[in-house]
């Protein structure tokens, strides 16, 4: 089973600034199946990108995704106060589907 | 625009088993596959199964196998996840999800708590 090792564990930042939080695999993944997720408090997960970098039905293109084989990430140019989530990376590859264990972001 | 609902809220004794549904609508119910993921309080998400009503096919997560049973009724637009010997550490939100067939989890229920306490 494919392993998802998220980074950092919890990122504070301000609002207006960028954020970068990656998401590695244990082996390669295909991008086809790399996805990341917002989560809220008290809400189900949102999905942000599929295909490692295209962008979901309504999410704001300051959402950003890239990489392949082993790492990902995932970035938000200018963060807006409603940014500060849980954001996780999933994957998905032989009939299972693995999660990461979520970078949160905080408000500095 | 899809949307899943999800039974109510459960509170189970040790040992004892809960049944979870998911009922789809908006959709084409058989065209897609539905997943199970779970999140314990302050915790990550677990993928738990999927079942692709169109063909029957159910995929259990190796930590589940032999302990969890999803299947849907077509009829009804509706999948179901039952979890059985249940412990305190099954206590969790348990969420039905939409598989596109990109194998991303495009759509969500609004997630079911269970507890499992004596």
């Known amino acids: 089973e494919i392993v998802l090792t998220q980074s950092p564990g919890t990122l504070s930042l301000s609002p207006g600034e960028r954020a970068t939080l990656s998401c590695r695999a244990s082996?390669?993944?295909?991008?086809?199946?790399l996805a990341w997720y917002q989560q809220k408090p008290g809400q189900a997960p949102r999905l942000l990108i599929y295909?490692?970098?295209s962008r979901a039905t309504g999410i704001p293109d300051r959402f950003s995704g890239s990489g392949s084989g082993t790492d990902f990430t995932l970035t938000i140019s200018r963060l807006e106060p409603e940014d500060f989530a849980v954001y996780y990376c999933?994957?998905?590859?032989?009939?299972?589907?693995?999660f990461g264990r979520g970078t949160k972001l905080e408000i500095k | 625009q899809v949307q899943l609902v999800q039974s109510g809220a459960e509170v189970k004794k040790p040992g004892s088993s809960v049944k979870v549904s998911c009922k789809a609508s908006?959709?084409?119910?058989?065209?897609?596959?539905i997943s199970w993921v779970r999140q314990a309080p302050g915790q990550g998400l677990q993928w738990m199964g999927r079942?692709?009503?169109?063909?029957?096919?159910?995929n259990y997560a190796q930590k589940f196998q032999g302990r969890v049973t999803i299947n849907a009724d077509k009829s009804t637009s509706t999948a179901y996840m039952e979890l059985s010997s249940l412990r305190s550490e099954d206590t969790a939100v348990y969420y039905c999800?939409?598989?596109?067939?990109?194998?991303?989890?495009?759509?969500w229920g609004q997630g079911t708590l269970v507890t499992v306490s004596s």
């Open positions: 999800a939409r598989v596109s067939s990109w194998e991303y989890f495009d759509f």
């Open positions: 908006g959709g084409t119910f058989s065209s897609y596959s």
């Open positions: 999933q994957q998905y590859g032989s009939s299972v589907y693995t």
């Open positions: 082996q390669s993944v295909s991008s086809t199946y």
């Open positions: 295909g490692a970098s």
């Open positions: 079942i692709i009503p169109m063909f029957g096919i159910v």
